[in-house]
């Protein structure tokens, strides 16, 4: 059993180490002329031991390519095995455990043998807190198999009007706290770490994105308490391990400046440590969100940003470069920084740590895929598939389907991602199954082109797909694919169905007078299938829609 360490056994870089979660990438490679290198294991190992890195940051679309390119230039993904090993590898060098942090909202998807799953608007369409818990846990075990042990979920930003684009269960704030204490629950109950993010909360007027640029969060002090601040106060209260703190500026607790500038959320020590840890009484781990966003940048030079961020509060920086711990150590020695915030901040990481089992006997760096397992996840998740779709209107009574009546099916492809033109085979073959001939296509360029395909079909679908960051920026269709609806229901409106498979508002903003509309929140396999069979009647669409459907309706 490797005991908890005690502060006071352990070297002021051994404390700093705990606090810094670096990519996997600067460990895996290093940088030479700008040009990425593997590094050898030697290197790996020097590197490890000489730093002691606390934690280490999975992203998301899993830029560690250990194999190289596929023929269609897509980064293979490694086996849950594959990465196993690879921690196994670089923990050899480390006197404690490392956490292995990810955003697995819509599953473990990232490796290669792993499910991907239905988001948090899937799940709060079903309004099912059993099935919340069920698909959160399974995702848990799933990720525990692959050696991650820390989840940055749930998320509960209260979203303004019309601004739920899927990381939220939804915009109600009594259901977000529900159910973000269920899924936290779900995570700690398979030993990974839960995250409730991102402190302070979602500004109901703020459009602008954190990623690219410091937002806001202009509620009054009193206003937020009673929306944002109750939702997390519910949640930390409740016991979720971690949280994170974001980008945004929250000048009702914080109104200095920086260079002129308001002062984000992570660098204001009024915010985290005396609203968050003090007054709010969270005891856990705060981490920032991911340093290289737009939105913590032009402040500090890269070192200091370091520094400024520890000095604020938080407990662990999400994606510290890989001299992080030397850059502290001089900062902590010359008396910039006091040892006494590195002490607490290590403090409430190995705190963390013990929790979700690191210094017991049985501990795994992680458990066994198993076929089972993952049958039990896709089990799952067809489930919350099966009562997540949500009608949102079928003025003209065109459902059900008649396999008798649709012989020939148009699918119209709107979107920015070149996947969905993959994944939409899935809605392909299910009309297939049910005896039509199918054509697909991407986008729409004349009202000449949409009278042929109204001419020729018995059915046009419109399969949309827009989410955050697809495409980067504004959640909105432009260009070529906002064209597609210039010409849309030009013709065929008799015969148009539109579904989405991402954003919940494009009935809204882009497909406002189609009669028959869909929302299905994700492009899985399993929601797919479940569409098609609804819209031919073998099942019910029994999806409550988590979000106002116009503005009217708030």
């Not at 979602?202 to 954190?210: C, F, I, Q, V």
């Not at 470069?321 to 607490?344: P, Q």
Request: net charge negative; aromatic share 8%; proline share 3%.
């Amino acid at each position: 059993m490797m005991k908890k360490p005690a502060l006071k056994d352990m070297t002021l870089r051994e404390k700093i180490a705990q606090t810094m979660l670096v990519r996997q990438r600067e460990i895996y490679f290093k940088n030479v002329d700008g040009q990425w290198i593997e590094r050898t294991d030697e290197e790996i190992y020097e590197l490890m031991d000489k730093n002691q890195f606390g934690g280490l940051w999975v992203l998301g679309n899993f830029k560690l390519d250990f194999e190289g390119l596929t023929e269609t230039n897509e980064v293979k993904k490694p086996h849950s095995d594959e990465y196993k090993a690879w921690i196994e590898k670089i923990s050899q060098a480390l006197k404690i455990p490392i956490l292995v942090g990810l955003d697995a909202a819509r599953g473990a998807g990232m490796f290669s043998n792993t499910s991907r799953t239905c988001g948090a608007l899937s799940i709060g369409a079903t309004d099912d807190l059993d099935l919340a818990y069920d698909l959160t846990n399974a995702i848990a075990k799933e990720l525990r198999a692959c050696g991650a042990n820390w989840h940055w979920y749930p998320v509960a930003d209260v979203p303004g009007r019309f601004k739920n684009r899927g990381r939220v269960v939804s915009e109600d704030p009594e259901k977000i706290i529900s159910f973000s204490k269920v899924m936290a629950k779900a995570l700690s109950d398979e030993n990974v770490a839960s995250t409730v993010k991102h402190f302070p909360g979602k500004d109901p007027y703020e459009t602008r994105d954190s990623h690219i640029v410091t937002s806001e969060m202009s509620l009054s002090l009193p206003e937020w308490w009673e929306t944002q601040g109750r939702v997390f106060q519910e949640i930390i209260d409740s016991g979720v391990y971690s949280v994170m703190v974001g980008h945004k500026v929250f000048a009702a607790v914080d109104d200095g400046k920086i260079d002129g500038k308001g002062i984000p959320s992570t660098l204001s020590k009024k915010v985290i440590t005396d609203l968050l840890k003090g007054e709010m009484g969270f005891k856990g781990v705060v981490v920032t969100d991911s340093i290289g966003m737009g939105g913590v940048q032009g402040y500090f030079s890269r070192d200091q940003l370091l520094v400024e961020l520890l000095k604020a509060g938080n407990d662990v920086i999400l994606g510290a470069n890989i001299n992080c711990v030397d850059v502290v150590e001089k900062a902590v020695l010359a008396g910039e920084l006091s040892e006494e915030r590195i002490d607490d901040a290590c403090q409430r990481v190995l705190d963390m740590k013990e929790k979700i089992g690191m210094f017991e006997d049985d501990y795994q760096i992680g458990t066994d895929f198993t076929e089972e397992m993952q049958a039990n996840t896709l089990r799952i998740n067809r489930e919350v598939s099966d009562r997540s779709i949500t009608l949102v209107r079928d003025r003209a009574n065109l459902l059900p389907l008649s396999k008798d009546k649709i012989k020939k099916v148009a699918i119209v492809v709107s979107t920015h991602r070149d996947v969905i033109m993959r994944s939409i085979e899935v809605t392909k073959k299910e009309f297939e199954k049910r005896g039509a001939t199918v054509h697909v296509q991407r986008r729409i360029k004349s009202k000449n082109e949409m009278a042929e395909l109204a001419e020729n079909y018995d059915l046009i679908l419109y399969a949309t797909y827009l989410a955050v960051h697809a495409p980067k920026g504004a959640v909105s269709f432009y260009d070529e694919e906002f064209e597609t609806f210039m010409h849309a229901l030009s013709f065929g409106r008799e015969k148009s169905i539109g579904m989405s498979m991402g954003d919940p508002f494009i009935h809204y903003n882009f497909l406002a007078n189609i009669n028959t509309f869909v929302n299905l929140y994700s492009h899985s396999r399993e929601v797919q299938e479940a569409f098609v069979a609804g819209l031919y009647g073998e099942m019910p669409f029994k999806g409550v829609s988590p979000v106002a459907l116009t503005p009217r309706d708030r």
